[in-house]
């Protein structure tokens, strides 16, 4: 019931339209400096539980968040995304006291077929359709080996996609189910596999490359596993842990789960000691509650799989040694164990291949059907585009 009436609130305020403001979260800001900015006891922060905690820190410069203040300035509720699932909630309580949850974000989402004709480049024809900019880079991501300079005009690309929305703009990218280019008259088909989430032809061939990352350090056992949102039935509220965590004696070496650059290395809120790995394919690897770290790490510095980085400790808001590890792919969080444990496969093999091959073919006849017809029905635009930063293909 709770979560109906803030999100009636939200809307009557933003139907008329002066009270709630959609803000950039600002660099530099962490969730502690944002309570002291509106004079909120931070006892608020140091009572949360150590995953609540951990999701404070999830916050992350630029992300949009939705502010709505009292005529005073006081701040009478906040919501700030931390996830394309969860959010954060600060409001003031009847007793005038200021209390934290989280919230699941209630976006929609739709799934669309179109067909494009290109008069221009995949890029500006997807984009001119859609509205969306994420669509055609995802495209020109998927079709990598081919060469869209000899398209021409009267070849088609189709695209299979669904695309979360809140408050009429995309959230998050959206997830291409199967796409078809054209390229002087040869068609080019990707479908993706739902089952392993990779992209193969019609003939089963994959076509997403296998990135390779290692379990970063020796451990007891697994404290604390990945959870995107979960209602926990007992507290009666939703929880989330954006990462899996490794119990482990203070002091073991932590290793690189992957080549890459430091692209962070110091305090990152109750995450503590921490380090982030850009791995230059859209994942990112996130090492936090250290001891210390290794005395050669430095932010630009290049690593490779296995090189030794830091030690396990308890620092931040910890509960006790271990190591949270979080893996980010193009900004969105996702389960470490799933993309670490993924299997090197460079095509489909027996029954599933088979399976796979007989669905694509239906999924081509619905295509080549709707080209002949001339069915290019027309693309749901969003009323505002993404902002540059929302696109990290």
Same mark, same amino acid.
């Given at each position: 019931?709770?979560?109906?009436?803030?999100?009636?609130?939200?809307?009557?305020?933003?139907?008329?339209?002066?009270?709630?403001k959609e803000l950039p979260w600002p660099k530099g800001e962490t969730f502690l400096t944002f309570l002291e900015k509106y004079s909120i006891?931070?006892? $608020?922060?140091?009572?949360?539980?150590?995953?609540?905690?951990?999701?404070?820190?999830?916050?992350? #410069?630029?992300?949009?968040?939705?502010?709505?203040?009292?005529?005073?300035?006081? $701040?009478?509720?906040?919501?700030?995304?931390?996830?394309?699932?969860?959010?954060?909630?600060?409001?003031?309580?009847?007793?005038?006291?200021?209390?934290?949850?989280?919230?699941?974000?209630? /976006?929609?989402?739709?799934?669309?077929?179109? +067909?494009?004709?290109?008069?221009?480049?995949?890029?500006?024809? =997807?984009?001119?359709?859609?509205?969306?900019?994420?669509?055609?880079?995802?495209?020109?991501?998927?079709?990598?080996?081919?060469?869209?300079?000899?398209?021409? %005009?009267?070849?088609?690309?189709?695209?299979?996609?669904?695309?979360?929305? $809140?408050?009429? !703009?995309?959230?998050?990218?959206?997830?291409?189910?199967? #796409?078809?280019?054209?390229?002087?008259?040869?068609?080019? /088909? @990707?479908?993706?596999?739902? %089952?392993?989430?990779? /992209?193969?032809?019609?003939?089963?061939?994959?076509?997403?490359?296998?990135?390779?990352? !290692?379990?970063?350090?020796?451990?007891?056992?697994?404290?604390?596993?990945?959870?995107?949102?979960?209602?926990? &039935?007992?507290?009666?509220?939703?929880?989330?842990? =954006?990462?899996?965590?490794?119990? #482990? &004696?203070?002091?073991? %070496?932590?290793?690189?789960?992957?080549?890459? @650059?430091?692209?962070?290395?110091? @305090?990152?809120?109750?995450?503590?000691? *921490? +380090?982030?790995?850009?791995?230059?394919?859209?994942?990112?690897?996130?090492?936090?509650?250290?001891?210390?770290?290794?005395?050669?790490?430095?932010?630009?510095?290049?690593?490779?799989?296995?090189?030794?980085?830091?030690?396990?400790?308890? *620092?931040? =808001?910890?509960?006790? &040694?271990?190591?949270?590890?979080?893996?980010?792919?193009?900004?969105? #969080?996702?389960?470490?164990?799933?993309?670490?444990?993924?299997?090197?496969?460079?095509?489909?093999?027996?029954?599933?291949?088979?399976?796979f091959i007989a669905n694509a073919k239906l999924k081509i006849d619905e295509i080549n059907a709707r080209i002949e017809n001339k069915d290019?029905?027309?693309?749901?635009?969003?009323? @505002?585009?993404?902002?540059?930063?929302?696109?990290?293909?």
């Amino acid at each position: 019931m709770k979560k109906i009436i803030i999100s009636f609130l939200f809307l009557i305020n933003f139907v008329f339209g002066a009270e709630v403001k959609e803000l950039p979260w600002p660099k530099g800001e962490t969730f502690l400096t944002f309570l002291e900015k509106y004079s909120i006891p931070q006892k $608020l922060y140091f009572d949360l539980e150590k995953e609540d905690k951990e999701l404070c820190s999830e916050i992350r #410069a630029e992300n949009r968040y939705y502010l709505y203040e009292n005529e005073n300035g006081t $701040l009478n509720q906040v919501l700030i995304p931390v996830s394309e699932e969860i959010q954060l909630h600060i409001y003031k309580d009847i007793d005038d006291t200021y209390k934290f949850q989280t919230l699941p974000i209630n /976006y929609t989402e739709f799934t669309e077929t179109i +067909i494009v004709p290109i008069t221009n480049s995949v890029s500006y024809d =997807l984009q001119k359709a859609t509205g969306n900019a994420a669509v055609s880079a995802q495209i020109k991501a998927l079709f990598n080996d081919v060469n869209f300079r000899g398209m021409q %005009k009267g070849d088609n690309v189709a695209v299979k996609y669904s695309q979360k929305v $809140l408050l009429g !703009r995309a959230h998050g990218l959206p997830d291409i189910k199967s #796409a078809m280019v054209e390229v002087a008259g040869k068609k080019h /088909y @990707r479908f993706k596999n739902e %089952k392993d989430e990779k /992209y193969y032809n019609e003939k089963g061939v994959g076509f997403t490359k296998t990135y390779f990352f !290692r379990i970063p350090l020796t451990y007891k056992r697994i404290s604390s596993h990945f959870t995107k949102k979960r209602w926990h &039935p007992v507290l009666k509220r939703y929880r989330a842990h =954006l990462g899996t965590d490794f119990a #482990a &004696p203070t002091g073991r %070496k932590i290793y690189a789960a992957g080549d890459g @650059r430091i692209e962070f290395v110091g @305090r990152r809120g109750g995450y503590g000691k *921490t +380090i982030i790995i850009n791995h230059r394919n859209g994942y990112k690897t996130l090492y936090a509650h250290q001891n210390r770290f290794n005395k050669s790490m430095r932010r630009g510095k290049n690593v490779k799989k296995g090189q030794h980085i830091g030690y396990v400790g308890s *620092t931040g =808001l910890s509960s006790g &040694p271990h190591l949270h590890l979080g893996l980010y792919k193009n900004g969105r #969080a996702v389960n470490p164990l799933k993309v670490i444990r993924k299997p090197d496969t460079k095509g489909l093999k027996g029954k599933s291949k088979q399976t796979f091959i007989a669905n694509a073919k239906l999924k081509i006849d619905e295509i080549n059907a709707r080209i002949e017809n001339k069915d290019t029905i027309e693309a749901t635009r969003l009323d @505002r585009v993404s902002y540059k930063s929302d696109l990290k293909i």
